[in-house]
């Protein structure tokens, strides 16, 4: 079983950068996909970016892109997202998941995804 936890979510003013961490337990984190959503009220969830196992691929939504960055440290069982140039449209709860898929096509589902955080808010203020 494996468990995610987010945190790093908060209130900033348009323009301004949070990092999002994604922590998981266990030595398994490694073997999976992680992939980043995010969901407002009233709205469907919405794929932001996702990364592989080994860290060497990554993707992003085209809303993202250029603004936020995916990473991951396998030594610390921990996936993070650097989000720059924030939008009040980047509003929303942001969680993770994990994935054993490898398709980028399949990967922005988050039907994918078979281990989730409990998620965490991210507010952006204009």
């Known amino acids: 079983q494996v468990q995610l936890v987010e945190s790093g979510g908060g209130l900033v003013q348009a323009g301004g950068s949070l990092r999002l961490s994604c922590a998981a337990s266990?030595?398994?984190?490694?073997?999976?996909?992680a992939g980043w959503f995010r969901q407002a009220p009233g709205k469907e969830r919405e794929f932001v970016s996702a990364?592989?196992?080994?860290?060497?691929?990554?993707v992003y939504a085209d809303s993202v892109k250029g603004r936020f960055t995916i990473s991951r440290d396998n030594s610390k069982n921990t996936v993070y997202l650097q989000m720059n140039s924030l939008e009040p449209e980047d509003t929303a709860v942001y969680s993770c998941?994990?994935?054993?898929?490898?398709?980028?096509?399949?990967?922005?589902?988050?039907?994918?995804?078979?281990?989730w955080g409990q998620g965490t808010q991210v507010t952006v203020s204009s």
């Open positions: 998941g994990a994935s054993t898929a490898f398709s980028w096509s399949v990967l922005r589902n988050s039907g994918a995804y078979t281990y």
């Open positions: 266990g030595r398994t984190f490694t073997s999976y996909t």
């Open positions: 990364i592989t196992w080994t860290g060497g691929s990554t």
